[in-house]
Structure formats: C-alpha cells, structure tokens
C-alpha cells in the first residue's frame, strides 16, 4: 500500500520568515495530493491541492510543488504570520478513491 | 466545500459501553468515511460508508466493532462497540462531493474511554 513520509516532525519559524514541510510518497499510481491544516480541537482544513498532471499551485501565501519522477511534494508558505500556527499534513490518494495516506503531520509554530 | 456537522462533539464512555456518532451534510455527497486519528498521531479511514449497502472496511477494523450506516446522501452514522481505553480517539467524518477530488473532514467527535 502507499506510504507517505512528512518532514520535519516540527518546524519553528518567526513571523514574516517562509516555511517549507515535505513529504514523499511510494504509490507511483497515486494522483492527488492536498494539505490539510488542523488547529487545536478542529477537524483538519483544506488549504490547498495538486494534481499529479500539475507541477505547481499557488494560493496567495500558500504554494505546493509536485515532482512524480521523485515522488515528493512540498507545502511552501511565505510571510507567515502567527496565526499560521498549528499542524499540518500532507496526504495522497491513488486508485483507491477516498482513501487518503496521512504524512505524520508537521507541528509549525510561527514566533510574533 | 460541503458543511459537515458531528454529534456528538465530544464523550466520556465507561468501558465496554458503545457510542454512536453521527455525520449529517448539508448537500448530497458522492461519498462519506469514517477516519481514526488516535492522540497525537496522524489520520487513519476505517471504512468508506456505502450508501443502502454494507461499509467497505480498512484492513484492521471490523463491522462488529465499527458498524457503520449510511441510510442516504447526506446522513451516516459510526457505532464504537464494547469500547476499551484504546479506542479514545478522535472519529472524523469525510465527504467526496459529486465528481469532485477535493475531499473534506467535519469538525469531530472526541471520544475518551474510561
């Protein structure tokens, strides 16, 4: 089955600095691969996606780049600010439509 | 993006008790899940909840122990049986809306075993 490896386990950055997490991913047949934010005591959010015939997404502050010859994408977020806080995760889903493979998550604490 | 709403938001069980978790959606969905995420730890799908038939369940849980019902479009429920200390965790209901990828996650239910 897929695997999916995310790093770092966590990530401190100060306010306005950019933040990177990457994952990897070992199912060369999966082909969407979305972020997920989770505060304290919520359910995980959407915050953006890729498809696996799209290289780069950006969404304001928010971007993520995939490489398929690779298998890794990566969660870039640029000018963060202290409510950037909180922990994310990257995901993938293959042929197996609706089961997604979690990365570990990523605890990012953005310093004022 | 669908709104996905869960009952309860959170419980305290007695052991060998079970709690039934509820998932209602405010539109019609292709598809709904049931996902695990035990404390501190990543997401895990216990089962894909099939509309008018039997769940579809992840390698390493059981219908007995995580019987699921999903009587329309918009509605599921998941049963925790004879629950044990191990099985606190937070219950996530997802949804897959019609001929869409992007998958959401409700709010969910945190459950605490005693």
Redesign the interface.
């Known amino acids: 089955g897929e695997n999916v490896e995310q790093h770092p386990s966590t990530l401190s950055v100060q306010e306005g600095d950019s933040a990177v997490i990457k994952c990897t991913y070992s199912d060369s047949a999966s082909n969407y691969f979305p972020w997920y934010k989770q505060e304290l005591g919520k359910g995980p959010q959407l915050i953006i996606d890729i498809r696996s015939n799209v290289g780069e997404k950006k969404d304001q502050r928010i971007a993520v780049t995939l490489n398929k010859t690779a298998k890794h994408f990566s969660l870039h977020i640029t000018e963060t600010q202290p409510e950037d806080s909180a922990v994310y995760f990257c995901a993938a889903r293959g042929t197996s439509y609706g089961k997604l493979t979690f990365g570990q998550g990523t605890i990012l604490t953005v310093h004022p | 993006?669908a709104v996905?709403s869960q009952k309860p938001s959170r419980d305290i069980c007695q052991r060998g008790t079970s709690l039934t978790i509820q998932c209602q959606v405010d539109s019609q969905v292709t598809?709904m899940?049931w996902y695990r995420q035990q404390p501190g730890?990543?997401?895990?799908?216990i089962a894909?909840a099939n509309q008018g038939s039997e769940a579809t369940y992840?390698s390493g849980f059981v219908i007995d122990k995580f019987p699921i019902s999903r009587p329309n479009l918009t509605f599921s429920t998941l049963t925790v049986s004879n629950m044990s200390p191990e099985d606190s965790s937070i219950y996530?209901c997802?949804v897959?809306q019609d001929r869409g990828?992007?998958?959401?996650?409700?709010?969910?239910t945190?459950l605490t075993v005693t």
Do not use: D, K, N, V
């Not at chain 2, 730890?41 to 799908?45: C, D, K, M, R, Y």
């Not at chain 2, 990828?101 to 969910?108: D, K, M, R, S, T």
């Open positions: 993006s996905i598809m899940f730890q990543s997401l895990t799908l894909t992840e996530l997802s897959i990828y992007e998958q959401y996650f409700g709010p969910g945190r």
